[in-house]
């Protein structure tokens, strides 16, 4: 009896490190299981790279969101940043008709918009849900008034070589999916391998420990916001290429709420500390996954949102209760 | 009133708090509440306050018995806690604050200012206090603040009032106001409890004792019966002292001065002057408010100083930067493990090494093999129990945690270790092995600076002592002349004659 109790609760305790530690897979294998069963034709090439080449742009602003996120910060400027860099893009190409200044300019740009979040946030002292509101409504202010209403459209001359960027592909994998894992292999480098990455979780998790160590918080968080900028100006540079024509008033809208979205679902605590730079990039897919599964089941467009919400607010409850054992 | 708290038995965990406590105190009397920091003091009188209930034990008000006690009903018995920390919204106006969950109503739903302003003013001005009941708290000083605090117990007619070291942020003219409310109110029947450290207050206010040691109750009486001397004896008590570490390992103590204090000078401390030399190690003490607390954190250019210098061999300290007082061959172990040591979400490993990253490692990247080899090499030195240095720092006991934050230290290999309360809330054995890691690194020409209020801690690491008593050096004492009389005496201000 007493041998049986044992092997028992071993295997609980098992059970809950795997729930724990690889939460983000076993949601993942159950949606992809879901989406099979509602459709066979969802295990095609096409298909699957589909995902990836739809995820990319929101999945290469995660990356950085991630980051914010593991650090106890947020970011809600994501899709004006994105707006606002992918117009002075096209702009930018427009006038230059390169291409390595064009994604020199955006990152670089991604840069200084990383930049000015992070000084307010650290020099300013200002909360950073609040600073990102502000910039999130200057940006789009600001390129909306640049755009005069029309949309930000590539030159003739320019068009098929930068067209090519996105919708490209090598080897028959396309270039936003080489893109995407790149950068989330990147990302994930620079968390699990070096001292900053250390850092980021140190301030997430106890900043006045962090501190005491000799951590200096201000300079972490800035670069975060640094990182996530070029980033965004990366994703800039991509959606450009991806639609050629930018819509000042509603390119990249929405993209805080998917990135936000895709770092909670891949199960990284919103309270700072721990994260998964992993789980994001399973975030993003998942998000792409119940978005195709809802269109291949017929269920009507408008309850999209509906649906992501519900798998969002489960997603999160699932690691409240691990963390409250 | 008349109170009676019988065999009252409090334990938090393993720890028991209060070992069947009696007291009893009686109608317009000041009942002084003495002991060392830990002794249970507070915890009485939360119990009484109905904040913790009691394991077992009894509290008898005016004859009848009172049972589940809680604030709630402690408020309708008219006792009044006013505790050590202030409880105001800095936000809210004095008033509000004054009357925050006992608002007077008009018509049942509306907050009737009016008599609100009024009735707050009336008591401010009683006190003298001078200050405004529409004042918003935020812009009042902490002694105000205090003050505020204490009419919030005299609003309505309490007649028990609790205040634990109340004078903490008090001058003394605010003291002498205090006390004569105190002395006014007591002649109206109104009997307090008043918990403090310091024996000029004790003896010029109190007309009663109790004292308290490690839970226990000891002695009760008449003030007048005792002297500060018969007081602090009793609060100190006679220890078994265990055998000396410092016996087994010598330390050479040079004239060279590592690190130089000048005139320092703080938000709670000031004038405040030593240097340390290597092989030496220096113990800081003083009682809760003394200004220890934000002197060790000031050294570590973690708290601002406002004036003062200090200089290492290396010259003047840039104390703006944490990360250069470590690379100058400054280390600090914070107090409070928790809060301020470990970093919850990281492994053992990487809890260990964030200073060494901070202050030596060079490159990038980190290689985890040799992080490894690191870390065995202060799990054998510190013999820290692990299973893998890959579990989350919170599996570990306290006193396991305490050494990965000691390591995380020593692999900077500094000159001079700064230790705020290096044992706090560890078990005995992990103590003494850190009593055997300080004198070991002294043994090694370190110069040790240990901030610490437990007496055995002093006896068996301290060279010399610097004692607190409000923010000032009270003593200096050579290991000759350490004793715990001596000690408690200088940091209860036993010394510095009366109040005026």
């Avoid at chain 1, 606002?84 to 190409?93: F, H, N």
């Avoid at chain 2, 809680?70 to 936000?91: V, Y």
């Avoid at chain 2, 001078?130 to 003050?147: C, F, H, P, R, Y």
């Avoid at chain 2, 945690?401 to 078990?427: C, F, H």
Wanted: a positive charge; glycine letters at 8%; aromatic letters at 8%.
């Amino acid at each position: 009896m007493k041998c049986l109790a044992m092997k028992n609760i071993d295997w609980k305790e098992r059970w809950r490190n795997i729930t724990t530690n690889y939460s983000h897979w076993l949601s993942f294998i159950l949606l992809m299981v879901v989406a099979i069963i509602v459709s066979p034709a969802f295990l095609s090439w096409n298909n699957l790279t589909n995902l990836f080449v739809q995820g990319a742009v929101v999945g290469i602003c995660a990356m950085g969101m991630s980051l914010i996120i593991s650090a106890g910060m947020i970011d809600l400027s994501v899709g004006s940043s994105v707006a606002l860099l992918s117009g002075l893009g096209v702009m930018v190409l427009n006038a230059t008709h390169s291409l390595a200044l064009t994604v020199l300019f955006c990152m670089g740009g991604g840069l200084i918009v990383g930049l000015v979040n992070g000084l307010l946030v650290t020099k300013g002292r200002i909360a950073p849900f609040i600073v990102t509101l502000a910039t999130m409504s200057a940006w789009r202010s600001v390129i909306n008034q640049l755009g005069q209403g029309g949309p930000f459209t590539v030159n003739e001359a320019m068009y098929a070589s930068f067209r090519n960027i996105a919708a490209g592909r090598l080897f028959g994998i396309p270039h936003l999916m080489i893109f995407f894992i790149v950068i989330s292999f990147i990302t994930a480098m620079l968390m699990s391998k070096t001292k900053f990455g250390t850092y980021v979780y140190a301030v997430g998790s106890n900043q006045q420990a962090a501190r005491l160590s000799g951590i200096n918080v201000n300079r972490v968080k800035t670069l975060i916001f640094v990182y996530a900028g070029a980033l965004y100006g990366l994703a800039a540079f991509l959606l450009a290429s991806r639609l050629t024509s930018i819509q000042a008033a509603s390119a990249g809208s929405g993209y805080e709420m998917d990135a936000i979205a895709a770092v909670a679902i891949g199960g990284t605590s919103m309270d700072g500390g721990r994260g998964k730079i992993l789980g994001t990039f399973l975030g993003v897919l998942m998000l792409r996954i119940i978005n195709t599964v809802l269109i291949m089941a017929n269920v009507p467009p408008f309850l999209n949102g509906l649906v992501t919400g519900v798998i969002i607010i489960v997603a999160v409850l699932a690691q409240s209760t691990k963390k409250g054992r | 009133m008349i109170l009676e708290m019988k065999n009252i038995v409090k334990t938090f965990g393993p720890v028991q708090a209060l070992k069947d406590v009696s007291f009893t105190a009686g109608r317009g009397e000041i009942h002084g509440l003495l002991g060392e920091n830990g002794a249970g003091k507070t915890t009485l009188m939360n119990v009484l306050a109905g904040s913790f209930a009691p394991d077992s034990g009894s509290i008898v008000i005016d004859g009848s018995p009172v049972e589940g006690m809680t604030p709630r009903k402690a408020a309708s018995l008219k006792i009044r806690f006013i505790h050590q920390e202030l409880n105001l919204c800095n936000d809210l106006c004095v008033y509000q604050n004054m009357f925050l969950g006992e608002e007077y109503c008009a018509q049942g739903w509306k907050i009737d200012k009016k008599r609100e302003v009024q009735h707050a003013q009336r008591v401010l001005d009683s006190m003298n206090s001078g200050i405004l009941a529409t004042t918003v708290v935020g812009e009042l000083d902490t002694s105000q603040k205090q003050m505020v605090e204490i009419a919030r117990a005299l609003l309505f007619s309490s007649e028990l009032i609790i205040m634990d070291e109340p004078t903490t942020a008090l001058n003394n003219q605010e003291i002498m106001k205090l006390f004569t409310i105190m002395e006014k109110l007591k002649h109206q029947g109104v009997t307090f409890i008043y918990i403090s450290h310091k024996m000029p207050e004790l003896f010029h206010i109190c007309d009663k004792y109790t004292v308290l040691r490690d839970g226990v109750f000891i002695q009760s009486g008449d003030i007048k019966d005792i002297d500060e001397h018969k007081a602090t004896e009793l609060l100190v008590g006679k220890r078994f002292v265990q055998a000396h570490i410092k016996d087994g390992i010598q330390a050479v103590i040079t004239d060279e001065v590592v690190l130089k204090a000048t005139a320092l000078q703080g938000k709670s401390f000031r004038d405040i002057s030593f240097s340390l030399h290597p092989g030496e190690i220096v113990v800081c003490t003083g009682l809760q408010g003394s200004g220890t607390d934000e002197l060790a954190t000031s050294l570590f250019g973690a708290t601002q100083l406002h004036q003062g210098s200090i200089e290492t061999k290396g010259g003047p300290l840039n104390l703006k930067d944490i990360r250069s007082v470590m690379r100058s061959g400054i280390a600090m172990i914070p107090r409070n493990r928790k809060e301020r040591g470990i970093v919850p979400d990281l492994n053992i490993r990487t809890n260990k090494s964030l200073a060494f990253l901070v202050a030596k490692h060079t490159s990038f990247l980190v290689d985890q093999k040799r992080e490894h080899a690191r870390f065995e090499k202060s799990r054998k030195r510190m013999n820290i129990r692990v299973s893998s240095d890959r579990d989350p720092i919170t599996s570990l006991s306290g006193g396991n945690q305490q050494k990965v934050i000691l390591s995380r230290w020593l692999e900077i290999d500094a000159d001079v270790y700064i230790m705020d309360n290096p044992t706090q809330g560890i078990d005995v054995g992990a103590k003494f092995a850190i009593y055997k890691l300080v004198v070991e690194l002294a043994a090694e020409g370190k110069a040790v600076l240990v901030f610490t209020s437990e007496f055995p801690e002093i006896q068996q690491l301290a060279d010399r002592c610097i004692v607190l008593y409000k923010g000032e050096v009270a003593a200096h004492l050579s290991r000759s002349e350490i004793s715990e009389v001596a000690i408690m005496e200088y940091s209860t201000g036993t010394h510095k004659g009366s109040l005026q």
